[in-house]
């Protein structure tokens, strides 16, 4: 399978919390390639180009983005997120028809918001799909990345207007689905501090592959 891993981070999350999603990432990727875009240098993770430190916003992460897939050399890309534990099988699929993307499923949500309030309970939230846990065509998603940044400034502030969306609309037909769900945590120092749940399906306290939501919340931020 010709597959890159993209890591993009603006390093913001506390340690030992980021470092142990990559430590994560490295124990289940296999020996696909990985490119990462950081704002505080990366030794050793991969291809790393460091950009230096920029605010915290969806601008400045898809210029990262955009950055990563210039030096990507595979027909199709895995994104990785600096707040998100992925499955190993979630490195593994090829994807059976010419679509441009796949998303993987389920997902779901964890919260630990720190100084901010921890929810009472560690719990798991159900989310579907996400932006992060997915497989795209490498030349689709450059596309997209270079229409969306055309014309404006490099680098962009938090009080900038935010360029149109690039993101890539979920189709049900192009879906991968697991019993082993990837993991996005919600610690406040992401872009967003809050992510869009289901108000239909209760909140899980145990998930295949990753056990109880209190021992990982243990392991991941202990």
């Not at 891993?5 to 990727?29: A, H, K």
């Not at 240098?41 to 460091?50: E, H, S, V």
């Not at 149109?164 to 406040?188: C, E, M, Q």
Request: charged fraction near 25%; include cysteine; aromatic fraction near 14%.
């Amino acid at each position: 399978m010709e597959t890159t891993v993209v890591y993009y981070t603006s390093n913001s999350e506390d340690e030992p919390f980021g470092s142990r999603i990559r430590e994560r990432l490295l124990g289940v990727m296999g020996d696909l390639p990985l490119v990462s875009v950081s704002q505080k240098p990366l030794p050793g993770f991969g291809k790393n180009i460091c950009v230096g430190e920029h605010d915290n916003c969806y601008g400045n992460l898809w210029r990262q983005v955009f950055i990563a897939l210039k030096e990507v050399e595979t027909t199709w890309v895995l994104t990785a997120e600096a707040d998100t534990l992925y499955p190993p099988e979630y490195f593994t699929f090829s994807p059976p028809r010419r679509a441009p993307y796949y998303r993987y499923a389920p997902v779901y949500a964890h919260y630990n918001l720190g100084k901010a309030g921890d929810l009472e309970e560690p719990k798991f939230f159900f989310k579907g799909t996400s932006n992060g846990v997915q497989i795209i065509n490498r030349d689709y998603w450059l596309a997209i990345m270079a229409w969306t940044l055309d014309g404006e400034k490099e680098w962009f502030s938090k009080n900038d207007p935010v360029p149109p969306s690039p993101r890539v609309h979920t189709d049900k037909r192009y879906l991968w689905k697991s019993v082993n769900p990837a993991i996005g945590f919600k610690t406040g120092r992401g872009v967003n501090a809050y992510s869009q749940v289901s108000k239909r399906k209760a909140p899980l306290y145990e998930l295949p592959y990753w056990g109880s939501a209190e021992n990982l919340r243990q392991e991941m931020f202990g």
